[in-house]
């Protein structure tokens, strides 16, 4: 019986252009800005536009031509990082439509995040440890709490929601929601049920908003 190749877990050489294929650049960021309610002064688009552009650059052949287009890129990447937080290096395969929803205190270190993507502030990805060298990947139509964290190389599947300040380090199936510490994996369906108990259980608390049915697209 032969046995599947080990999937590769670390960070792209960024060698190439890894936007997403099948549009060009400028509807690329056009969607993307879309994704951000056509807000020119969303922090997230900022974000996302200088990834797409050091994407971009990689087509520009080396040496010459492309040494200013580094050094541009490079200027902008660190000016994204000391304004709002938001740390997005090229390297990482952006998907669609990604939602940066807050900025602050973003790691962004993913093998590779899908399409309709959410993330909200003060979220963790990366490094299990400072010598390691697997990346988690994000598959398409998952949302990500405020300060969560995830790393190793695990796989996110699609259609997932990992709760606020949730730490996952395995593998987590399509279709779930993780939530809490230690973190339990729920179905989405239960997850529902357990944020309606709560608000009539405790009606003087509000309950955080449940997540979306799995396979919408997630907008503000």
Not at 48 to 70: E, K, T
């Amino acid at each position: 019986m032969t046995q599947d190749a080990p999937r590769a877990r670390g960070l792209s050489h960024g060698d190439r252009d890894q936007n997403p294929s099948g549009i060009g650049l400028l509807a690329l960021i056009r969607e993307d800005l879309r994704t951000h309610d056509d807000d020119l002064l969303a922090p997230g688009f900022w974000a996302l536009c200088v990834q797409r552009l050091g994407n971009a650059r990689m087509r520009v052949p080396a040496g010459i031509l492309r040494a200013p287009l580094s050094v541009a890129y490079r200027a902008a990447f660190h000016g994204v990082i000391a304004l709002w937080g938001i740390d997005l290096p090229y390297n990482v395969r952006v998907g669609r439509r990604l939602r940066i929803e807050h900025h602050g205190c973003l790691i962004l270190g993913a093998r590779s995040i899908g399409d309709d993507v959410i993330i909200r502030h003060s979220v963790t990805i990366g490094l299990t440890r400072r010598n390691g060298a697997e990346f988690p990947e994000i598959g398409n139509r998952v949302e990500i709490g405020p300060g969560a964290c995830i790393v190793g190389g695990i796989q996110i599947g699609d259609d997932v929601y990992i709760g606020p300040n949730t730490v996952v380090g395995r593998d987590v199936r399509a279709g779930t929601a993780v939530v809490g510490l230690p973190p339990r994996t729920l179905e989405l369906s239960e997850l529902d049920k357990s944020y309606a108990n709560k608000a009539a259980n405790d009606p003087g608390t509000a309950a955080p908003a449940p997540p979306p049915q799995a396979g919408a697209v997630r907008r503000r």
